[in-house]
């Protein structure tokens, strides 16, 4: 797989939300809220994520003491006409980063439909 | 008409008998107790821990304390319109009896009060920014459409939710 390069919608994806076991930010079922999926300016449209076939939930979630992990299907992504391409990091730090791109700022349906078909992912240890 | 009260005076004897608790979500606890047979009083120390969206009116106080970079991936703090008019409409919903199923900050400044029907089938997002608030529909079926949200729009937002 190339860099840009369309990821298929059988993929799965991981991301992650901020929480700590103080402050916690998601559903109190543990599932996401929306606020995990919003873009925020500094990402020009495209918010990260990683393959879920290319990496480990431990490397993906990298610090279980300040994030949760969530896993979403790409599929779910295409159904809000968004999609996701391969973006591995040009310093080799990550070859399982890609970006779901074609969301706007004003969008709020994306983020919730996101997080509602998102699901948390429990890392047992580090 | 059946009248239950319950006189708590710790914090424990309420966590044991769980009509509120932070891990559940509260539209499904709180609608066991609303019947048009039964009704749940609360009273002694502990009562202010029973108020309807306590949880929620809790968690707004704790955001109003953020600062930016909260999550430590440059957010900004929640704004003090968006708190101020989420408050307000957190206040409206509890004084009609809606519960509120969770609320976050985002990371531009605002504020995100969800809203779920009692089958948790359906869900409405209030979205309040410091320039704009916005609600979104979802449906159990079909797709979720965006609004303009104020809150004389309260009114048809539960309609929707709850018809």
Known sequence: MNKGDKI??????????????????????????????????????????????????ERAISDPGKFMLFELKNESVEEVALETVYDPLDDGSNNAHALIIGMQMDDD??????ARNSKRVIIKSI | MHTLIANYSTPSEFQRDQYLTAT?????????????????????????ELRLNNRIFKLLEEFSELEDNWDEDEANAPSKIALSNAHFVVQLLTSIGQPIFNTAPGPTGEIMLDIRDIANSKSVELIFYPSRSVAVYFPENGRPFQRDFQADNLPEVLRWLNQ
């Open chain 1, 8 to 57: 298929p919608i059988e993929e799965f994806l991981y991301r992650r939300g901020f929480s700590t076991p103080e402050k916690k930010y998601c559903n109190p079922d543990g599932s996401a809220t929306s606020r995990v999926f919003k873009l925020r300016e500094k990402d020009e449209g495209m918010l990260s994520v990683d393959l879920k076939s290319r990496t480990t939930a």
């Open chain 1, 109 to 114: 349906i994306a983020p919730g439909h996101l």
């Open chain 2, 24 to 48: 559940v979500p509260t539209a499904f606890t709180i609608d066991r107790f609303r019947s048009s047979s039964l009704s749940v009083f609360a009273d002694g120390p502990h009562t202010q």
